[in-house]
């Protein structure tokens, strides 16, 4: 006879009055597959833990953005956000589909430099931009977003210098109705810091005002505080017009959108209330549309979205280490997943799957990560389906800030993987190994040896 | 060890406890184990019963069925003056 599917077993206490931290049960299906490659065959194939990026839907992502964008104003420019995920398979993926890149340091310039993008279509934020960087970037044309008055000070400077006219634009931080509002980068708008900086680049011979930009948070809820930030930019650039007679060429709305993965604390899952491209996409063109601008004399309109465009591409396997019963009675499921892999689990109750067939029955659990660290939990509360020791889960929603936040900590940086559109299998980014990290150390002579 | 007399277990998988008015729901296997329990099987015959029936090995039965056990004595499901 053949034996059926081991489920350990289980006797879950029913409870009609108050719903629990745990939540409902989330998970119907298993995951098997991602873009026809089964999950099981990639861990055999490269370890576990192991990250999958899906080519296809990074390029859908960014055409449906597009798409958003393009229905509803006649000038867009997407940047990739290269602090997101700076892997050069997905920044070429993105560069393939028309993204220029955003960079927020030196290291991310150069990066985009060595991927082959044109300097004057890299965008050069950040308040960190060392006098090298800023030479490196008016030698080649790239728009330099001017973060605070020392860094317009360094760039007429080494603009003189150098005598080439600087390609610049400033931040502006906001009041956009929002809790908190982002002051810290940037010239402020209410208080006049902006109209400052704009006349002090107006009145100098070596730097051109281009643009404006603006970035008013992260995984922003809320469409309309981009419609406010976009009629505030407007103002600004009209007066520009107003005042000096110049037209800037565009306006950087910055990024932010909220992808659809759930925030800690949040009610209801992402998938249901987080806005969609197109509701972002709708209040900032609308606003910049029902400007004064004149339609023949709209600006190009640059959007530097990360997260909402790399979420959903990319998911982290792995394998159950141990299950495990607490002092008071929850079940706890170790996996081979750590916070150090799996930065964003700080932030968010990331969806997990199993990668095998499961029953109805889920158990309330602490999800925690291996490493010998009490921070390691990768989710405090989540009705999961039974796992056994060995069994694979598929967490979704890793695609941003995890491939370039994550640390060698305890345990080595795994593997990562891209699914090409005819289901091949790339290796993007090999897994680290402790020579890779030696090659790193220097021991001091006297260090060199010991007796135990 | 037993289940104790008053503990009403029906065929789909639910647990009454009269006793505390409690109910509990069990999965398939866990269900197959208080049946067992019921008619006093011991432990060892248990853990042979799945490790014939089911895909996995002695360790984890060991394991999960002593976890399984505890649970129905943290439930008060088990007779108290038995000894695990």
């Not at chain 1, 992260?218 to 505080?225: C, D, E, G, I, V």
């Not at chain 1, 699914?419 to 260090?447: A, S, Y």
């Amino acid at each position: 006879m053949e034996k059926q599917r081991y489920e350990r077993p289980i006797i879950k206490k029913l409870e009609s009055n108050m719903p629990n931290k745990f939540g409902m049960r989330t998970e119907y299906r298993p995951m098997t597959h991602i873009d026809n490659v089964g999950v099981k065959d990639l861990i055999n194939e490269h370890g576990s833990p192991l990250f999958v990026i899906s080519e296809k839907s990074v390029r859908d992502n960014i055409r449906n953005a597009r798409k958003a964008f393009e229905t509803r104003y006649p000038k867009v420019q997407f940047a990739w956000s290269y602090k997101t995920n700076y892997l050069d398979a997905v920044c070429r993926t993105f560069h393939q589909e028309g993204s220029w890149a955003e960079v927020v340091s030196g290291f991310e310039y150069d990066k985009a430099i060595h991927n082959g993008v044109d300097g004057s279509k890299i965008i050069f934020n950040g308040p960190d931009k060392t006098e090298d960087d800023l030479e490196k970037a008016i030698k080649n044309n790239s728009l330099i977003h001017i973060d605070h008055l020392d860094e317009l000070y360094t760039v007429r400077k080494l603009a003189e210098r150098m005598d080439i006219k600087a390609q610049v634009a400033i931040r502006v931080n906001m009041d956009t109705g929002i809790y908190p509002m982002w002051d810290r980068f940037g010239f402020n708008y209410e208080n006049g810091q902006a109209w400052d900086a704009l006349n002090k680049i107006m009145r100098s011979d070596v730097m051109e005002l281009v643009g404006l930009h603006t970035h008013i948070g992260t995984f922003m809820l809320s469409p309309n505080a981009y419609a406010v930030a976009a009629g505030k930019m407007a103002d600004l650039a009209i007066g520009i017009r107003d005042k000096y007679g110049h037209e800037i060429q565009y306006i950087d709305m910055g990024g932010g959108f909220a992808s659809q993965n759930n925030l800690k604390g949040a009610y209801l899952p992402g998938t249901d209330i987080n806005p969609t491209i197109d509701d972002f996409a709708e209040a900032i063109t609308s606003a910049l549309i029902n400007s004064n601008f004149k339609p023949e004399k709209l600006p190009l309109l640059i959007l530097e979205t990360g997260r909402a465009l790399i979420d959903d591409a990319a998911y982290l396997l792995g394998t159950v280490i141990s299950n495990k019963r607490l002092s008071d009675g929850r079940r706890s499921t170790i996996l081979d997943i750590g916070v150090n892999v799996l930065f964003t689990s700080f932030w968010y109750d990331h969806k997990i799957t199993p990668a095998q067939p499961f029953t109805q029955h889920t158990e309330d659990t602490v999800v925690y990560g291996p490493l010998c660290m009490n921070i390691d939990v990768i989710r405090e509360n989540i009705s999961l389906p039974l796992l056994n020791k060995g069994d694979h889960v598929v967490i979704q929603n890793v695609g941003a800030y995890n491939m370039t936040q994550w640390m060698q900590f305890i345990t080595l940086r795994p593997r990562i993987v891209m699914i090409d559109l005819e289901g091949n299998v790339h290796v993007v980014r090999e897994r680290e190994n402790l020579q890779r990290l030696l090659e790193f150390e220097k021991v001091p002579e006297h260090l060199k040896t010991f007796e135990l | 060890m037993k289940i104790k007399k008053n503990v009403a277990v029906s065929d789909s998988g639910f647990v009454f406890n009269p006793t505390t008015g409690e109910s509990f729901s069990v999965n398939p296997i866990g269900m197959k184990i208080v049946e067992m329990l019921k008619k006093e099987t011991p432990t060892q015959e248990i853990s042979n019963y799945i490790l014939e029936n089911y895909e996995t090995d002695a360790p984890t039965i060991d394991k999960d069925l002593y976890d399984f056990i505890e649970m129905l004595k943290q439930y008060s499901l088990i007779e108290e003056n038995e000894k695990a």
